[in-house]
Each structure stands twice: as structure tokens, then as C-alpha cells.
């Protein structure tokens, strides 16, 4: 049995990117620990708020709602206010998470991972995905607890496979579901394309026995109706496809992805002692969405047919 604390920059953040390898790890008897950086404030205001609600206080009880459905054994708040896109007023209030001083967020992080002693800690890539400013200091925060940590836990990073998002969009454009599916190439809030391309990324976890429990926490965040709609609107085996793979860097390992469940109980090779930020300012290697027919599909590896091996949505 491990301990795995999985550090989220939002209130749905779970839902729509690690929940899968949430849930397994739950039903494995694994402990779980989430994260939650931000009260989520700047999202949608639900269409039936009551008057006197806040949007924060219906994202608590969303993420509390989630955290159940996935088998999460705790939920830690950080407690800090989201910063909102990349410009927005929010970004520099008072109380932001973009703002924050990340040894002093990393110490409250290092605290959690040393109450429970964690075996690994699951945060964001280098650009938080898609760029957010709250996802980028998730990265950071990250790797700054485990420097503090009293045990340096083992680090993965969540990314979107860039390859396989490319090739749900195609497929998503071929079924006439082009709205359902972004095309992956375009830029994130940070200007950078989306994610992670799939040569640089170490752990693919098929989660596809999972996907209505992944479904089911994505609902349980139905205040954010724009994104969560989208996703959970998609036909069953297209959900399943996008939503039913979650992939995961681990700096420092090297070697071609693996479509495997990356806690067994095999020696787990050392954590570096950096994080990949010292990479952050070059750009990411151009990819071509239509040009990705020589990489290893994730989904293909484990019988999945050509063509419809798509992968995950991004977070919000
Ligand atoms: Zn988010």
C-alpha cells in the first residue's frame, strides 16, 4: 500500500485529469490525498446559485462530492484565492495563488507529505498543461515541498499527451464533433501548444474501466457547465477514448512511454533533485498534430484499434 498525494491547482481539476489513476489507486487500497491549491473563485457562478452563494463555497462542496466519488481517504485546501486566466485582475488580489511565495506554499505542501509520510506526489508539467497561471505554480509548488519534505517523495507530473489529444481531434472532427475536441497545436493561455508531446512523457494509465466514475466526478462539478457540459457530453466510447488515458512525466526517467500502472511495487528509481523549470523558457518542440503517425499511440500498444486511441481533456 503507498501513499500518494496528488497536488490540484482547482476545484474539478481532479475530476477532468488524474481521477482515474485516483480511483484505481483508491480501489487498490492505496492511500489518497488531494491537494487543492485555489478556492476556485473565478469560475463559472452556477446557473441555480442561490442568493448569498458564493462561487467558491458551491466549488467546496462540488471538489468534497468528487473526492468521494473517486475514494480520496482526505482533502487538504491550501487555501489560496484563484488568480484567473493570464491578465486577468484576479491575478495579482491579494491571496493569489499566482502570487504566492512557492517555498512558503511548498512548506504548507511539505507538511501534508510529511503527516502522511507520502510515497509520491503527483503535480503539473512544467507549464501547468495549457499555461494557467495557477497550473504553472503548481509545478512549482510542487517541487518546491519536496525539497522540504522530511522524505523526498517520488514526483510525476500530469500532462496532456499532445499526440493522442491530436488524434481525438481528428477523430472528434471525423464524427462532425469538431466543437468537442480542441485541436491541441493552437496555444495554450500561455501561448505555448497544449501539453506534452508523447516522446516525453514516461507513464500512460489506462483508466477506460474507469471512465463513468471519471464521468461521475466530472458532474459532480456542474457549475462549471461550459467545460464540464463539453466533456461529459461526448458519446460514451468517445469519452471513454479522451477521458479513459491519463499520462504522467517523471523527471529524471528516461525511456519510451509505458502503458502500465506506474506505483507497482518495482524499486522505484530516485527523484531528481530539480525540477525541469531550467527547460521552462525553451520552447517545446514544434508538433504537428497531422503528422504524428510515427509515435507510439498509447492506446494501440494495448489493442486499442488505430484511429481511436484519443486521449484526455484538458483541465480548467
Ligand atoms: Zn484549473
Given at each position: 500500500?503507498?501513499?500518494?498525494?496528488?497536488?490540484?491547482?482547482?476545484?474539478d481539476?481532479?475530476?477532468?485529469?488524474?481521477?482515474?489513476?485516483?480511483?484505481?489507486?483508491?480501489a487498490?487500497?492505496?492511500?489518497?490525498?488531494?491537494v487543492?491549491?485555489?478556492?476556485?473563485?473565478?469560475?463559472?457562478?452556477?446557473?441555480d446559485a442561490?442568493?448569498?452563494?458564493?462561487?467558491?463555497?458551491?466549488?467546496?462542496?462540488?471538489?468534497?462530492?468528487?473526492?468521494?466519488?473517486?475514494?480520496?481517504?482526505?482533502v487538504?485546501?491550501?487555501?489560496?484565492?484563484?488568480?484567473?486566466?493570464?491578465?486577468?485582475?484576479?491575478?495579482?488580489?491579494?491571496?493569489?495563488?499566482?502570487?504566492?511565495?512557492?517555498?512558503?506554499a511548498?512548506?504548507r505542501l511539505?507538511?501534508?507529505?510529511?503527516?502522511?509520510?507520502?510515497?509520491?506526489?503527483?503535480?503539473?508539467?512544467?507549464?501547468?498543461?495549457?499555461?494557467?497561471?495557477?497550473?504553472?505554480?503548481?509545478?512549482?509548488?510542487?517541487?518546491?515541498a519536496?525539497?522540504?519534505?522530511?522524505?523526498?517523495?517520488?514526483?510525476?507530473?500530469?500532462?496532456?499527451n499532445?499526440?493522442?489529444?491530436a488524434?481525438?481531434a481528428?477523430?472528434?472532427?471525423?464524427?462532425?464533433?469538431?466543437?468537442k475536441?480542441?485541436?491541441?497545436?493552437?496555444?495554450?493561455?500561455?501561448?505555448?501548444?497544449?501539453?506534452?508531446?508523447?516522446?516525453?512523457?514516461?507513464?500512460?494509465?489506462?483508466?477506460?474501466?474507469?471512465?463513468e466514475?471519471?464521468?461521475?466526478?466530472?458532474?459532480?462539478?456542474?457549475s462549471?457547465?461550459s467545460d464540464i457540459?463539453?466533456?461529459t457530453?461526448?458519446?460514451?466510447?468517445?469519452?471513454?477514448?479522451?477521458?479513459g488515458?491519463e499520462f504522467y512525466?517523471?523527471?529524471?526517467?528516461?525511456?519510451?512511454?509505458?502503458?502500465?500502472?506506474?506505483?507497482?511495487?518495482?524499486?522505484?528509481?530516485?527523484?531528481?533533485?530539480?525540477?525541469?523549470?531550467a527547460d521552462a523558457?525553451?520552447?517545446?518542440?514544434?508538433?504537428?498534430?497531422?503528422?504524428?503517425?510515427d509515435?507510439?499511440?498509447?492506446?494501440?500498444?494495448?489493442?486499442?484499434p488505430a484511429?481511436?486511441?484519443?486521449t484526455?481533456?484538458?483541465?480548467?
Amino acid at each position: 500500500m503507498a501513499t500518494l498525494v496528488f497536488l490540484h491547482a482547482h476545484p474539478d481539476d481532479e475530476s477532468s485529469s488524474t481521477a482515474g489513476t485516483m480511483a484505481r489507486a483508491a480501489a487498490r487500497g492505496d492511500r489518497v490525498v488531494l491537494v487543492v491549491s485555489t478556492d476556485g473563485a473565478c469560475g463559472e457562478v452556477a446557473a441555480d446559485a442561490v442568493p448569498g452563494e458564493s462561487v467558491a463555497a458551491r466549488r467546496h462542496r462540488e471538489l468534497e462530492a468528487s473526492a468521494r466519488t473517486l475514494g480520496v481517504a482526505r482533502v487538504v485546501w491550501l487555501g489560496y484565492h484563484d488568480s484567473g486566466m493570464t491578465g486577468w485582475p484576479q491575478n495579482h488580489a491579494p491571496g493569489s495563488f499566482m502570487d504566492a511565495d512557492p517555498q512558503e506554499a511548498g512548506r504548507r505542501l511539505a507538511d501534508v507529505l510529511d503527516e502522511e509520510d507520502a510515497d509520491a506526489l503527483i503535480g503539473y508539467d512544467w507549464h501547468g498543461n495549457y499555461g494557467h497561471p495557477d497550473h504553472v505554480m503548481v509545478h512549482h509548488v510542487t517541487w518546491a515541498a519536496t525539497e522540504l519534505a522530511a522524505r523526498r517523495p517520488r514526483v510525476l507530473e500530469v500532462s496532456i499527451n499532445r499526440d493522442h489529444q491530436a488524434r481525438a481531434a481528428r477523430l472528434a472532427r471525423s464524427r462532425g464533433l469538431p466543437q468537442k475536441m480542441p485541436d491541441p497545436g493552437n496555444p495554450g493561455d500561455d501561448g505555448n501548444p497544449i501539453g506534452t508531446p508523447e516522446v516525453d512523457l514516461r507513464w500512460a494509465v489506462d483508466v477506460r474501466d474507469l471512465a463513468e466514475v471519471k464521468r461521475a466526478a466530472l458532474l459532480c462539478h456542474a457549475s462549471q457547465a461550459s467545460d464540464i457540459n463539453a466533456f461529459t457530453s461526448l458519446p460514451d466510447d468517445l469519452f471513454a477514448d479522451v477521458f479513459g488515458w491519463e499520462f504522467y512525466r517523471e523527471p529524471g526517467i528516461d525511456g519510451l512511454l509505458q502503458v502500465t500502472w506506474p506505483f507497482d511495487g518495482a524499486p522505484w528509481p530516485g527523484t531528481p533533485s530539480r525540477c525541469t523549470c531550467a527547460d521552462a523558457g525553451r520552447p517545446l518542440p514544434g508538433d504537428d498534430p497531422d503528422a504524428t503517425s510515427d509515435v507510439l499511440p498509447a492506446g494501440r500498444a494495448s489493442g486499442t484499434p488505430a484511429g481511436r486511441d484519443v486521449t484526455p481533456g484538458e483541465a480548467s
